[in-house]
């Protein structure tokens, strides 16, 4: 079955530095999202991306936060500059198929910002 | 915030039946309402869905009430590996809202 795939599983970086998480969705799916969750907290909405931009976007997905789907297979998440708190899994979704709203995630991305 | 209410954690013995409830009294007519789980800090998990009739699949079945305002998960025989954060999520394809979820523990 096919699955979303997410890339590294695990991200260290330094404060200030930028970082991409990278995603690829499932082949025919056509609706894109990041969540993220910080250790021990809820599952949190950041972006949802469809037709090439962004469909809607939460308060935590400022201006540090961008995304992209730059070569039609690839979904990243780019980090500008990384602060202490934006430790956290970071999960990629989609949707498509004849299961239109369910949304498939990835196993994630651990990011930790030292 | 979620439109879900779910009790923090239930235990199930292995080999029983999991029944875990959500209340979703302000779902709207075109909402659905979905189950995922999330085993430790993997990607949350596809279980099931439904609009209004009650479904079954190969994981669950989902028991929805006739005013759609609760919903029962049951995971018919529990083994350890069900031991997990199960989510229930009301949506009519809009991102999703996670609340903290249900917390079961499947003891032997």
């Known amino acids: 079955e096919p699955e979303v795939t997410q890339t590294p599983s695990h991200q260290v970086t330094q404060m200030g530095q930028e970082v991409i998480l990278r995603c690829v969705p499932i082949s025919n799916h056509l609706y894109f999202y990041w969540y993220r969750q910080i250790l021990g907290q809820k599952v949190e909405f950041l972006v949802s991306?469809?037709?090439?931009?962004?469909?809607?976007k939460s308060e935590i997905f400022d201006d540090q936060f961008s995304v992209e789907r730059p070569d039609g297979s690839n979904f990243t998440l780019k980090i500008r500059s990384t602060k202490l708190e934006d430790s956290a899994m970071y999960f990629c979704?989609?949707?498509?198929?004849?299961?239109?709203?369910?949304?498939?995630f990835g196993p994630g991305t651990r990011l930790l910002v030292l | 915030d979620a439109k879900t209410t779910q009790p923090t954690s239930m235990d199930c013995a292995e080999g029983r039946a999991a029944n875990l409830p959500c209340n979703h009294s302000?779902?709207?007519?075109?909402?659905?309402v979905y189950w995922y789980r999330q085993i430790h800090s993997q990607g949350p998990q596809y279980i099931i869905h439904?609009?209004?009739n009650n479904e079954t699949n190969e994981m669950a079945s989902l028991i929805i009430t006739e005013d759609r305002k609760s919903s029962t998960l049951i995971l018919p025989h529990a083994t350890l590996r069900d031991t997990a954060v199960y989510y229930c999520?009301?949506?009519?394809?809009?991102?999703?809202?996670f609340g903290p979820g249900t917390r079961l523990s499947v003891l032997p």
């Open positions: 979704a989609s949707i498509g198929g004849f299961r239109f709203l369910t949304q498939y």
């Open positions: 302000t779902i709207s007519g075109n909402e659905y």
């Open positions: 999520i009301v949506t009519h394809g809009q991102n999703f809202v």
């Open positions: 439904g609009l209004k």
């Open positions: 991306f469809y037709n090439n931009e962004i469909s809607e």
